[in-house]
């Protein structure tokens, strides 16, 4: 924990490949070119370019929040950032512990109990065995489940599998927090030790990086936004400047720290 | 098409990440009120803290770049053996919760067949029930393995793809947990033949030793499998039933329930058929023969021949999974 976070890319691109109908089909695939027609069939391949040259310089102390509406690559970018997707074109160095928050369910599996979810998510992260049981500990003792949690996700209340993703999602402290709009939605609903949780979790990490939609919660956690259009940087700076300029606003002077 | 170059520091393989398994079945989530009442019993924990990593990529086309990417791969694959057996492990726990006898349904399913099929060909071939019981066992078994493994690594990625477009992981962990679960079912089946065995009173002997070298070309062989079958069958949906028809007609052509001997002269060509030569490496010596040296030249030669396309496929491929599945 000693070095410092930091995010660099330069130039990325990215390209989503859509297959559909035939071209998932090996033997129509044989067929067209035995016919002479996989050439044309190639050309058909519908490829949508999901992130354009982007260029990006974080350092330590970053709050940047990503906005655009659908499809303008937020989240692309943020797995891209994670590296689960690999950009076609370009570099990027990412340093520094990585916690990304894309997904609700974020890893669990119903069919299994709560420790073994638990224990689980501690061995994606490839937490050291000593560590596992502190995971443990810290979890259980968050999400308050008691005796349900050696029994399956499967049959956990709505609100307990909430609880457990929520202190599963927070319990392992990253330098560099990537976070998708979700987890956002409903912040005023928050209750306050969850928030205190959270929030201590994204103060706690030296970048954060926030997809949203809600302009209000990027104005509350970030100093910096890129606006992202299909794919493109539209606009790059202080939070409330372009805040102001993606909701069509007069720019204001009042950038929101 | 281009690849990059990806490099991890020395003992931090991985950025941290959050993976979402499972996350199909999880069904409706609550909506903002569910929020509301859910985290109201929550209370602050504290946290452990995460590893640190370094994650760099650049663009790179070449083979060379593909090939250090793929190999940074199975390097990280393997440092996460951890994480593969309890996959593997909890992949066979979750195929047999709440039935009562567990993985232990295969052993008696399997002994059944052997008991059926080994009383009606040992009639049909006119052989000693005692010669071609422990033949059979040995071979159904063995058959069994390799078929399921093969048509399992077809989904490797697939049935990962939760895992892999929520969180950056090495793809060798998948190979490793496909050829893990595969071994357990293994570990299961050779009661089967511990009993055969014991029935017909065969004896363990020094000829026995000679799988150690053939079990671990099988470990080789299958986890290039599964890179190869894995990688394919993202991108074509419909190779595994291919895959599947190909083991079918295999299983006709090999010698699982009929014997090598009986081809006559035809069985000097049998070398040619790799799921012969694998098959003999390891049975061979329980049966208490050595097998040939064209018999291992095969399979070595076959094994070469398979990591050398599988490799070659998954350096091309291994940027893309995350895109196809």
């Known amino acids: ?257 | 098409m281009l690849s990059m170059v990806a490099r991890a520091d020395g003992q931090n393989g991985r950025p941290e990440r959050v993976g979402r398994a499972g996350w199909r079945q999880l069904g409706q989530l609550p909506d903002k009120g569910g929020w509301f009442i859910a985290l109201r019993r929550m209370n602050l924990g504290t946290t452990p803290v995460a590893r640190t990593a370094l994650l760099e990529f650049e663009a790179d086309m070449t083979t060379a770049g593909r090939h250090r990417l793929a190999m940074a791969d199975v390097g990280g694959g393997l440092k996460l053996w951890r994480l593969a057996l309890s996959l593997g492990w909890l992949d066979t726990r979750l195929r047999y919760r709440g039935s009562m006898l567990g993985p232990l349904w295969l052993t008696i399913s399997t002994g059944v067949m052997v008991g059926a099929l080994g009383v009606l060909y040992s009639a049909l071939f006119g052989m000693d029930i005692r010669d071609y019981l422990p033949f059979l066992s040995l071979s159904l078994v063995l058959w069994a393995f390799l078929s399921s493994l093969v048509s399992e690594a077809c989904t490797t990625f697939t049935e990962s793809e939760a895992i892999i477009r929520s969180v950056r992981m090495p793809f060798f962990v998948f190979s490793i947990r496909t050829l893990v679960r595969n071994i357990i079912v293994l570990a299961h089946n050779v009661i089967v033949i511990l009993i055969v065995f014991g029935i017909f009173a065969v004896w363990p002997n020094w000829n026995w030793l000679l799988i150690v070298p053939g079990l671990a070309l099988w470990v080789a062989d299958g986890l290039a499998l599964t890179l190869l079958l894995g990688a394919f069958c993202a991108r074509f949906r419909d190779i595994q039933p291919i895959v599947n028809s190909i083991m079918q007609i295999a299983f006709f052509l090999t010698p699982v329930i009929w014997k090598p001997e009986q081809l006559g002269t035809g069985a000097a060509k049998l070398p040619l058929n790799p799921f012969f030569d694998l098959m003999e490496i390891v049975r061979a010596p329980l049966l208490g023969h050595t097998p040939g040296v064209l018999v291992w030249i095969g399979a070595i030669l076959f094994s070469l021949a398979l990591w050398a396309v599988s490799w070659s496929l998954f350096i091309r491929a291994r940027g893309r999974v995350a895109f196809w599945i």
């Open chain 1, 1 to 257: 924990m000693t070095s410092e976070a930091s995010i660099d890319v330069e130039g990325i691109s990215v390209f989503f490949p859509l297959y559909h109908g035939s071209s998932r089909s090996l033997k129509k695939m044989v067929v067209a070119a035995a016919a002479g027609r996989l050439a044309k069939d190639q050309q058909q391949r519908i490829v949508v370019q999901a992130l354009r040259d982007i260029h990006l310089k974080l350092r330590s102390g970053d709050r940047l929040g990503l906005v655009g509406s659908n499809g303008a690559g937020k989240t692309t970018l943020l797995r891209v950032l994670a590296g689960i997707y690999e950009p076609v074109t370009g570099r990027m160095r990412v340093q520094g512990s990585l916690n990304a928050l894309l997904d609700p369910s974020l890893g669990m599996n119903v069919e299994l109990t709560g420790r073994e979810n638990i224990r689980l998510r501690g061995l994606y992260n490839g937490l050291p065995s000593g560590l596992l049981s502190q995971l443990e500990d810290d979890v259980a003792e968050f999400a308050e489940l008691g005796d349900f949690l050696d029994l399956p996700v499967r049959i956990y209340s709505a609100g307990m599998v909430v609880r457990l993703g929520f202190a599963l999602a927070t319990a392992i402290k990253p330098q560099i927090l990537l976070m998708d709009e979700w987890f956002l939605a409903g912040d005023a609903a928050f209750l306050e030790k969850a928030r205190h949780r959270l929030e201590a979790m994204v103060k706690g990490a030296d970048i954060l990086v926030l997809s949203s939609h809600q302009d209000e919660i990027v104005r509350h956690w970030c100093s910096r936004v890129l606006w992202l259009d299909q794919g493109e940087v539209r606009a790059d700076g202080p939070a409330g400047e372009v805040l102001d300029a993606y909701l069509g606003r007069e720019p204001a002077s009042a950038a929101v720290e």
